[in-house]
């Protein structure tokens, strides 16, 4: 059974950065793809990007050129890296991952992000 441990959620002023970390336990053996979600009360869950099992780096629209994603390897730990961030930016952001982008079936607890 995999659990995802996520990090790194806070508070911070607009214009500030974030790093959210997420790693597989439980069995590490396997590189997983993996994703970050996000939802803010009212509306519905996001996708802010993530990487594929082969190392693709995808990132949506709303988040590109503010956010950017990296994986340690040797850790299996998928990092989100979050620039410039924005009061709409607030959200509960949720890590995930699967076997192959976008079937993700492993999620984390979430971890939450305050821009004020």
């Known amino acids: 059974h995999v659990q995802l441990v996520e990090s790194g959620g806070g508070s911070v002023e607009a214009g500030g950065s974030l790093r959210l970390s997420c790693a597989p336990s439980g069995s590490t053996d396997d590189r997983y793809a993996m994703a970050w979600f996000r939802q803010s009360p009212g509306k519905s869950r996001e996708r802010v990007g993530g990487?594929?099992?082969?190392?693709?780096?995808i990132i949506e629209d709303s988040v590109k050129g503010r956010f950017t994603f990296f994986r340690d390897n040797a850790e299996n730990t998928l990092y989100l890296q979050m620039n410039n961030l924005r009061p709409e930016d607030t959200a509960m952001y949720t890590c995930a991952a699967g076997e192959a982008w976008p079937a993700f079936v492993y999620w984390g607890q979430g971890t939450q992000v305050t821009v004020s």
């Open positions: 990487i594929t099992r082969g190392g693709e780096i």
